[in-house]
């Protein structure tokens, strides 16, 4: 008896001290694989809130304001901007290039690594205190000033997380790559996150400034008339619109231009052509500062352009230039990567039959979805169409957003052999896909419909702005698209949630190991055991071309 009962408490002091040096292992790890997938995790999390939240509005303005109270909708539509873009696409795509880049590199680790963690922590408490902010009645128009001030403090403390591990992802593909490793030969994924953490290193410092400028405004009383509490929406609410949420999601299209030569077995053609269609789309970076007010202040935004036949030929081409420089470049890296795309498909389908895998239909399809948020957003820049500020810019959003999401959840099924040793089961994702695709579709869609309407969209920051967003005095059927929206986030919500519940459930232990190569993978990571070891490499490679393991296979040698 006293036997058993000491094996007892010490088979039950062993589990809590496993579970303890466990935490710990992960609190204050430097391995990147693991930083990354915190950052997954907790943005699987964020994209689930953000689904709920986008289902509550949808209905809320179906009901025509019938179910919440007014002050809890000013922060809703807050807390939906937040959760998707700074606690759902930044996250996720974040947390991918942390815990793939260096494994494609042929780096033994992140430059940087307790940096990139210090950042995730700081991202994630500023995340808590911006929501905190936001439940006290604070944020664009808070009536409560010391939560609006946090509001801000959380915003800030965000993006210098987000700053410092972005910087980690940039510095390590600059530096820490394997020897014969050209920036001509990196492969298309770690260039996509290359140019997407340079695209943050770029806008986030000046929303960081503008965020300075207000708080001191707000804590002043408005002295350097900068609008205090319903001042914040003009000044920062560029950072969860298009075109500044498109930076974001380059990882995501990175996925895709990484499967596609995967998939039909075949070289990429054009590499460097490819390389610029993905750096076009980071031009978005540069839309997103010198427009800033996109939302709230469509009769500023720098960026339009006037189809006027009155106006003169100089005027039109004054407006013409930057207007294609800053918006339409994305557009055209997009085409330039699908096109390039088609040009591997009809490469490989040449040589044999493709190998359609449910991480490739997740990562193109998102592409895809990302692509229509980018033409909303070339839509919106042409003035006399009169959709700036419209219901059309959270439809882009949802685009882009939940299309990087998919983007990202075939970036984790592709790369879960290397991260967790395991292959997610093929007939059990291919559902989840389209059950993404479609929610996609009808949460965003629709709002394209009702901003052509003339629904209005935007930050509320006050009742009288809360009247307009929730108006549909418009004609047609007016709540239907709204109702369209709410059921696709509800389709969102489901396919994210089965997701994630299909993760746990493999990785946890029920999945069947992965091999080392089990979609034919182009680059060095695939030559490694799966999982990678916590050092990646015992020693450090020397790369001869851009698709080292695709060269000793079969399709490789003859091609």
Request: net charge negative; with cysteine; glycine share 12%.
């Amino acid at each position: 008896m006293t036997t058993i009962e000491t094996h007892a408490d010490a088979a039950g002091e062993s589990v809590v001290a496993s579970f303890f040096a466990g935490l710990a292992s992960w609190a204050t790890t430097a391995d990147h694989k693991k930083i990354g997938r915190i950052y997954l995790g907790f943005g699987l999390l964020g994209l689930l809130g953000a689904t709920v939240i986008s289902a509550l509005l949808g209905l809320e303005r179906a009901a025509e304001s019938a179910a919440l109270q007014r002050d809890t909708l000013v922060q809703l539509f807050q807390a939906q901007r937040v959760s998707l873009v700074f606690a759902g696409v930044i996250p996720l795509a974040l947390g991918l290039a942390i815990a793939v880049v260096p494994l494609q590199l042929g780096a033994r680790q992140i430059a940087f690594p307790r940096l990139a963690l210090t950042g995730c922590y700081a991202w994630l408490g500023g995340l808590v205190l911006t929501f905190t902010a936001l439940g006290r009645n604070g944020g664009v128009g808070g009536g409560t000033p010391d939560a609006v001030d946090l509001f801000l403090a959380g915003h800030g403390l965000m993006i210098l997380g987000l700053l410092a591990s972005a910087g980690s992802v940039a510095v390590t593909v600059l530096t820490t790559r394997a020897p014969g490793m050209t920036m001509w030969r990196v492969p298309l994924f770690s260039w996509s996150a290359l140019v997407s953490a340079i695209g943050a290193v770029v806008a986030l410092p000046v929303a960081f400034g503008a965020i300075i400028y207000v708080f001191i405004d707000h804590r002043l009383g408005t002295q350097l008339n900068f609008g205090g509490a319903e001042g914040i929406g003009p000044w920062i609410g560029w950072i969860f619109s298009v075109p500044m949420v498109i930076v974001f999601a380059i990882p995501a299209v990175g996925v895709a231009a990484e499967l596609m030569p995967v998939t039909f077995k075949a070289r990429q053609p054009l590499r460097g052509v490819l390389f610029t269609g993905i750096a076009f789309v980071g031009f978005a970076a540069f839309a997103a500062v010198t427009t800033q007010s996109f939302v709230t202040s469509p009769d500023n935004i720098a960026t339009m352009v006037s189809l006027d036949s009155d106006q003169t030929f100089g005027a039109f081409l004054g407006d013409l230039l930057p207007f294609l420089t800053l918006v339409g470049v994305p557009v055209l890296g997009l085409l330039m990567v699908m096109g390039l795309g088609g040009l591997t498909a009809k490469s490989g389908m040449a040589h044999g039959r493709p190998q359609i895998t449910a991480a490739f239909l997740f990562s193109f399809l998102g592409m895809g979805m990302v692509f229509v948020g980018v033409v909303g957003t070339f839509l919106m820049g042409i003035a006399d169409l009169e959709i700036a500020g419209t219901a059309m810019e959270e439809g882009a959003v949802l685009y882009v957003v939940y299309g990087a999401a998919m983007g990202v959840m075939g970036g984790i099924a592709f790369w879960a052999p290397k991260l967790w040793g395991r292959t997610l089961p093929e007939k059990l994702v291919l559902p989840l896909v389209l059950l993404a695709l479609g929610g996609t579709v009808l949460a965003s869609l629709p709002l394209y419909i009702a901003g052509f309407l003339g629904q209005a969209g935007g930050i509320p920051a006050s009742d009288p702005d809360l009247e307009t967003v929730l108006s549909l005095d418009y004609a047609g059927s007016a709540s239907l698209w709204n109702v369209l929206s709410m059921i696709g986030s509800i389709l969102m919500l489901v396919a994210v949630l089965a997701f994630v519940g299909l993760m746990m459930k493999t990785f946890v232990g029920a999945g069947a190991r992965a091999a080392d190569n089990p979609f034919g993978g182009h680059t060095i990571e695939w030559s490694r055991p799966s999982p990678a070891p916590a050092s990646n490499f015992e020693h450090v490679p020397t790369v001869a071309s851009a698709t080292p393991v695709f060269d000793m296979t079969h399709e490789g040698s003859r091609s």
